[in-house]
């Protein structure tokens, strides 16, 4: 069964950083395209960064230059390293894998991604 735990969320100060974690299992990890998302309340999820087989990213324009995602394939784990964080950032993270092994594109949309991981909160205070 596939399971994806996120961790490393917190509260911190804007300006801060903060490492999320996704630990994946139940899957050939290294073969998926996998990605980080964003809910925060009375809103709908969106896409935050998306990282494929090969370990090329790709971002959303409000994230661009402040997060990193990454990918260890060797530990079976995702990373989303997040710096200069705002307000505006304050949502439970979610982990996920894309549907299918090899796909051909790897992007931040909700709908490419089956599985998803109960989420970490982040919270960044003024």
């Known amino acids: 069964q596939v399971q994806l735990v996120e961790s490393g969320g917190g509260s911190v100060q804007a300006g801060g950083s903060l490492r999320l974690s996704c630990a994946a299992s139940g899957y050939t990890y290294s073969s998926y395209c996998m990605g980080w998302f964003r809910q925060a309340p009375g809103k709908e999820r969106e896409g935050v960064a998306t990282?494929?087989?090969?370990?090329?990213?790709t971002y959303v324009d409000s994230v661009k230059g402040r997060f990193t995602i990454s990918r260890d394939n060797d530990k079976n784990t995702l990373y989303l390293q997040m710096n200069s964080l705002k307000s505006e950032d304050t949502a439970m993270y979610h982990c996920?894998?894309?549907?299918?092994?090899?796909?051909?594109?790897?992007?931040?949309?909700?709908?490419?991604?089956?599985?998803w991981g109960q989420g970490t909160q982040v919270t960044v205070s003024s």
């Open positions: 996920a894998r894309g549907w299918t092994s090899w796909q051909r594109l790897c992007s931040p949309r909700v709908v490419d991604f089956g599985y």
């Open positions: 990282i494929d087989s090969d370990g090329s990213a």
